[in-house]
C-alpha cells in the first residue's frame, strides 16, 4: 500500500509562524487601530454623552464673567478725585486762602502810598480798608465759583458721553454734593462781603467844631 509521507515542520517556519501570529495580536491591540464596525457604530453615541467642548467653553465663559478687581479700583477714581476737589475749594471760600491774604495786603499798601501825600478820613478807610476788604471778598468768591462747577461736572458727568458699565459710585456724589453746597454758600457769603451787605464799611465822624 503507497502512503504519502507527511511534510515535517522546520523550526523555521513555525519560528516565522509564530512571528506573524504575535505582528497580528500587537496590531489589532494598538491605539491607533481604527475599531471595527461594532465599535464604529457606539462611538458617535459615547461622544455625544460627553461634550468636552462645551463645557471647557462654559469654563471659559464663567471666568470672562467674573469681575477683575482691579477694574474695580479704578472705577471712579477720577470723579472721585474731583468731588474731593470740589469739597476742598468750598472748604477754602469758607475760611480764606493766602493769596486772598496777599492780595489785601497788596491793596492796603497802594491805598497807603496814595494817602501818604495826604487826603481825608473817609478816602483813607475806602483805600486802606475798603479795597483789601473787597479783594479778600473777590478771590473767596473765585475759590468759591471754581468749588460750585467742579461739583456740578461729576454730578452730570454721567448723563453726558458713553454710558457706564456701572453707576457713579455713593460715596462720589455726595462728596460732589457736599462741594456744589460749600461753593454755593461760598459764592453768597462773597457777595455780600463785596457788596458790604453784611458789615458796612466805617464811616469817619464829623470834626469837632470849636
Known sequence: MNTTP????????????????????????????????????????????????????????????????F???????????AAVVSAALGVVALTGAWTGRVAAE???????????????????????????????????GVFALLALLVGVVVLVRPAFGAPADRPQPAWVRAVALAGVALGVLGVLISAGMYLDLFVSLPSAGAPAGG
Not at 477694574?71 to 478725585?81: I, L, P
Open 6 to 69: 507527511s511534510r515535517t515542520t522546520t523550526p523555521d517556519e513555525t519560528a516565522a509562524a509564530d512571528a506573524a501570529a504575535t505582528k497580528d495580536t500587537e496590531t489589532k491591540d494598538a491605539p491607533g487601530t481604527p475599531p471595527g464596525p461594532g465599535a464604529s457604530a457606539t462611538a458617535p453615541d459615547d461622544l455625544a454623552t460627553q461634550p468636552e467642548g462645551d463645557a471647557a467653553d462654559d469654563g471659559l465663559a464663567d471666568e470672562d464673567l467674573e469681575p477683575d478687581p
Open 71 to 81: 477694574e474695580e479700583a479704578r472705577h471712579g477714581v477720577g470723579a472721585g478725585a
Open 106 to 140: 497788596r491793596e492796603t499798601l497802594i491805598g497807603q502810598i496814595k494817602t501818604s501825600g495826604g487826603g481825608s478820613a473817609a478816602q483813607q478807610i475806602s483805600e486802606i480798608y475798603g479795597d483789601a476788604w473787597h479783594t479778600t471778598a473777590l478771590v473767596n
